[in-house]
């Protein structure tokens, strides 16, 4: 019997049909797997997955493999998105065995969950050096029937060697100008000039080390860590893994050149971009930087926006490709014939000129990606516009890519930021009210009394799993953004309540961070990773928003736990920079300051409004804003802080030094210009 017809994840509702008798993830599962002395199959995937797709079609929706599965083997199904720490510590285990993960993820388990198996993605029949699938079944079931002694001692090995990895990532370092010096001649190394971006192919948007980036640069005039940034974001944005027509970025590049995506689209990406995008803009004017960070706010908003206020977890990379079949990338690409049936000849030839489209193609079965090449010379905007508004059109008419509608926390206090900034700089409202919203469904939804969160919802419902600590600092970091967009002082309070849970319940004595709660099921291992990957590390996240809330406050306690976690980056700095991006943001916020600025003014006054804006618009990294009348309590920035004369008035202060106050937004602005702290002013 399939058990997951009542699931909340859209990806095991994939699955629910499925002739496997899938369980969810749960102790039921392994005490069945006990009870009939078999092993566990666990596959782990998410629902915007292709290769998931296809082994789920070639192999589980497969009536024979499914019947000998069925009868040797408990078959756990687990979304990663839903179960962020389940897919950790079994994919430690997966990259630790064969040098590499990915999704699906494939391990078999004894039934105390101790993994002695391992792999990704299994062809239905052998090829390229891969076992067949049922060949790997029944090398399992052979070596469970006939060694099951070594079975049972290879599996106690890994659970122990993993046990033994815990935390094995040097000693810390108190992160300082050094530190974060050696992680840009890190990342200088392993920069592409020519194409923009760190490695090889694949090539993935390296979101948190360009906010690293670009608040080094605003930090120390590094023009290097400018050109960087700015180089690869322009790289991007001209590429096929952004979405030229309906905006938006897919998940990576399978090519060195941005050309050819993995069209899947992430919440978390497209909100760490977008964010990235509103900086860039901010710290050079640039009208491209500009346009990417509104276009893809418009896209989270239009295509990812949920009933409830929040937002969809991500679009799928398959769609029909007009035959019944799904196929990747078929909403978005275009063949020389297809632009000619929507444009007629004249205006398909301009299109197939600006957009890249080829004859031989740029991507399968002579289609392309579309992009913006470099060297198009000058062009009609108007025909442009008419153009893309057209295509836009004919593809709304295709199928479209599948959702899913999973509201996760983290990546929505990741949106929220993002949103946040981006509709206070470009004066769009709309963009801020969206923010506003999504915070109000993670209060009402997600997080209860105690400053606790549930990891997901959907259809406005919390679904059955306890947050991880990713959720607890993202959701923070957004909740400290949207406090000072709104100058409402709530967001604050809720973000305290959360990063209480973190000091509480994630946090070890020697002030080291863990992914779970103390209270949290027990696992083989509590996981505990500081690197990023696609999203900031939960250590990273908590540590910038410990940081940030204890600039508004002045809490020490906060302060020295975000001190305490920065450690492991500086450890990390010198030798894998790419992998602590944002911890390193976070580090160039420390150092900094970060600078605290408190707006003192009537509200709708229009110095006021002008002093806040200016205040928002200080490059100076993770600078913290509060705005607010004389003698609100809103935020404790604004206590004792009166008005010049009855004028709006805005207070500067770092490493507990103020600048004067002042009512001139100039004057504002270079108080806001980083300088290097040399150490407090001796009058």
């Not at 000693?171 to 000039?193: H, I």
């Not at 020519?194 to 490695?199: A, D, H, L, T």
């Not at 409402?488 to 080291?512: K, M, N, Q």
Request: one cysteine or more; aromatic letters at 8%.
């Amino acid at each position: 019997m399939n058990r997951l017809g009542d699931a909340t994840s859209p990806y095991l509702l994939q699955h629910a049909d499925n002739p496997v008798d899938w369980w969810p993830w749960g102790e039921e599962a392994f005490g069945e797997a006990r009870k009939r002395g078999v092993p566990v199959l666990l596959s782990v995937g998410y629902s915007s997955c292709h290769w998931c797709h296809v082994m789920a079609h070639e192999s589980f929706e497969d009536a024979a493999t499914a019947e000998y599965l069925n009868e040797h083997f408990v078959a756990v199904k687990v979304d990663r998105e839903e179960r962020p720490d389940v897919d950790a510590v079994y994919m430690e285990a997966v990259q630790a065995a064969t040098g590499q993960g990915g999704w699906p993820m494939t391990v078999f388990l004894t039934p105390d969950g101790e993994p002695f198996y391992f792999g990704t993605y299994f062809p239905p029949v052998a090829r390229q050096g891969m076992p067949s699938f049922m060949q790997v079944l029944e090398g399992v079931v052979a070596a469970w029937r006939d060694r099951r002694d070594e079975v049972g001692e290879v599996a106690s090995r890994i659970v122990r060697e993993l046990s033994e990895r815990a935390g094995a990532y040097g000693v810390p370092v108190p992160v300082g100008e050094g530190e974060l010096g050696s992680a840009l001649l890190g990342l200088t190394r392993e920069y592409d000039a020519r194409r923009g971006g760190f490695g090889g192919a694949p090539k993935f948007p390296p979101s948190m080390a360009l906010e690293f980036l670009l608040r080094h640069h605003s930090r120390t005039g590094a023009e290097g860590a400018l050109q960087m940034a700015r180089d690869t974001c322009e790289a991007m944005a001209r590429g096929g893994i952004y979405d030229q027509l309906g905006g938006g970025f897919s998940r990576y590049s399978v090519d060195r050149d941005w050309v050819v995506p993995h069209f899947e689209k992430m919440l978390y990406d497209n909100a760490l971009l977008m964010r990235v995008y509103a900086h860039l803009w901010r710290a050079t004017g640039s009208d491209l930087a500009r346009r990417v960070a509104l276009e893809t706010a418009d896209f989270v908003i239009g295509e990812l926006g949920t009933a409830e206020g929040g937002f969809a977890s991500a679009l799928d990379a398959d769609s029909d490709d007009g035959s019944g079949k799904p196929a990747e990338g078929a909403h978005y690409v275009w063949t020389p014939e297809q632009l000619a049936a929507e444009l007629g000849p004249e205006d398909a030839a301009f299109a197939a000129a600006y957009f890249g489209v080829t004859e031989e193609g740029t991507f399968e079965h002579g289609a392309s990606v579309l992009q913006l090449p470099q060297g198009t010379g000058v062009v009609d905007a108007d025909r442009v516009g008419s153009v893309r508004e057209r295509l836009l059109a004919a593809r709304a008419r295709r199928p479209r890519p599948g959702r899913d509608d999973k509201v996760v926390a983290a990546w929505n206090g990741l949106a929220i930021a993002a949103l946040a900034e981006t509709g206070a700089y470009f004066d769009r409202p709309d963009l801020v009210q969206a923010a506003v919203d999504a915070a109000d469904l993670l209060v009402r939804v997600h997080m209860d009394g105690r400053g606790r969160l549930f990891r997901t919802s959907r259809d406005g419902t919390a679904g059955p799993h306890q947050g991880v600590l990713e959720d607890y600092g993202d959701v923070a970091e957004g909740f400290i953004a949207l406090a000072g967009v709104t100058g409402e002082g709530v967001w604050l309070d809720f973000a305290g309540l959360l990063l209480d849970s973190v000091l509480h319940h994630f946090t070890a004595d020697d002030g080291t961070l863990y992914d779970t709660a103390d209270d949290a099921e027990a696992l083989i291992r509590r996981p505990q990773d500081p690197t990023d990957n696609a999203v900031p590390s939960g250590w990273n996240a908590a540590a910038g928003a410990l940081l940030s809330y204890a600039a508004h406050t002045g809490s020490q306690a906060h302060r020295s736990a975000a001190e305490r976690a920065l450690g492991v980056v500086g450890a990390l700095a010198p030798r894998a920079p790419r992998f602590v991006g944002w911890g390193l943001a976070v580090a160039e916020a420390m150092l900094d300051g970060p600078r605290e600025v408190a707006v003192v003014g009537p509200t709708g006054d229009p110095l006021t409004s002008e002093l806040h804006r200016t205040a928002l618009l200080g490059a100076a990294p993770g600078a913290v804003v509060a705005i607010g009348e004389e003698g609100s309590t809103e935020f404790p920035l604004l206590e004792d802080r009166p008005t010049r004369g009855g004028r709006a008035a805005a207070y500067v202060c770092r490493h507990f030094v103020c600048d004067a106050p002042t009512s001139d937004p100039r004057t504002l602005r270079s108080q806001l210009r980083s300088q290097v702290w040399t150490g407090p002013r001796r009058s």
